[in-house]
């Protein structure tokens, strides 16, 4: 009913499903992450649909660097799509070359404020900067463009914000509009999931932008 396309989810009877945990503190600024792969240690390269390669973005969500770098070498002999990228601060204190190596092979890295100062080969890289409440900045050689987030009390979850940001940006700049426009809707979005667990804001169909 949601018109949500499944065409890139792998079903694997044989395995549990990746599960995560996140403790965090009163504010919402520092977290544990506890990750368990399960099924997703299985999925590769191959899986994905071949129509993918006709888009504009590919995102390479958060995941082990190693297997972050897999998919990037596969993707950049298979599409002309720019990549981006996530990652934890966990994984760049683990595997710090590792993390380095997969964010200086991608177009547009998405960070936030914290992982930024543990990262210090980023020259000449688009950034975009997760700032939580303080909204989000782009950050290229040649541009810096800042937008605040509306005030939102109380934040309920902030579990999959950072991804809810990315993936509207990607999408409205497909579309064709501004950085500064994408990125004041993408934060604005990510603000509005914040409001319940997951994306049940959105699902519940309480919350639509006027933009979509």
């Known amino acids: 009913k949601l018109k949500i396309d499944f065409t890139g ?17 009163n504010n919402f600024s520092d977290r544990e992450v506890g990750l368990q792969f399960n099924a997703a240690s299985s999925l590769s390269p191959k899986d994905i649909p071949p129509s993918y390669f006709n888009s504009k973005f590919i995102h390479i969500a958060t995941n082990l660097p190693q297997n972050q770098l ?21 994984y760049i204190q683990k595997w710090p070359n590792l993390v380095q190596e997969a964010l200086s092979r991608v177009d547009l890295i998405f960070i936030n404020k914290k992982e930024k100062t543990l990262l210090k080969k980023l020259k000449n890289k688009i950034l975009i900067i997760k700032k939580g ?7 290229s050689a040649s541009q810096r463009i800042s937008v605040k987030a509306p005030k939102i009390q ?8 950072g991804d809810v940001l990315a993936s509207v940006f990607l999408v409205y700049l497909a579309k064709g509009r501004s950085i500064k426009e994408s990125l004041q809707i993408a934060v604005n ?5 914040v409001k319940d667990f997951g994306v049940e804001k959105f699902i519940k169909g309480i919350y639509y932008t006027s933009q979509v």
């Open 154 to 161: 109380p934040a309920v979850d902030t579990t999959g914000s």
């Open 70 to 90: 897999k998919f990037i070498n596969f993707l950049r002999g298979k599409t002309k799509a720019k990549l981006s990228i996530d990652t934890l601060e966990q």
């Open 133 to 139: 409440p303080e909204g989000a900045e782009y950050v």
């Open 189 to 193: 979005t990510a603000s509005e999931s």
């Open 9 to 25: 989810v792998k079903k694997v009877m044989s395995q549990k499903t990746a599960q995560f945990s996140l403790d965090y503190n």
